[in-house]
């Protein structure tokens, strides 16, 4: 998509990176009950860095504590890099969804903190599984 385009590669100039993040967060700012609008800016952000991500969900919370909405949101990438095993990927999906328990506190934020404990849940589950995969590959 379009969206994708102007966002990734995440740049590695200052000066662009702090352009993409202040147009990321006025879209935000502008877009908030869009959404349309808004599920499409999270498919672009969910393929960026842990920081931008965050960033994003944090003033996307500030301004909608909607939860059908949020449920919606994309919070990973929808897909895996690297080789090798899996396992690192999947542990570093539940240490970034942890690092987002933090924003999720109050009676607001009850339905989206469980939400994301359950996207945790389901994610040690898969490294269990991953696990037992890899052994019964290396046995052979």
């Known amino acids: ?15 662009t990176a702090s352009k993409q993040e202040l147009w990321i967060q006025t879209t935000i700012e502008r877009k908030y009950t869009d959404e349309q609008s808004i599920y499409h800016l999270f498919c672009a952000v ?29 919070l990973l990438s929808l897909t895996y890099t690297g080789w090798g095993s899996l396992i690192p990927n999947i542990q570093r999906r539940i240490d970034y969804l ?8 109050g009676t607001t934020f009850l339905k ?29």
Do not use: C, W
Not at 1 to 15: F, I, K, M, Q, R
């Open 1 to 15: 998509s379009v969206l994708n385009h102007l966002l990734t590669p995440e740049s590695e100039d200052a000066g």
């Open 46 to 74: 969910a393929e960026q860095g842990p920081d931008r991500r965050k960033n994003a969900l944090k003033r996307f919370l500030e301004l909608n504590s909607d939860y059908a909405l949020f449920e919606k949101l994309p």
């Open 98 to 105: 942890n690092s987002l328990l933090p924003m999720l506190t």
């Open 112 to 140: 989206h903190r469980k939400k994301v404990e359950e996207d945790i849940e389901s994610l040690k589950e898969y490294i269990k599984s991953e696990e037992v995969r890899e052994l019964l590959e290396f046995l052979g």
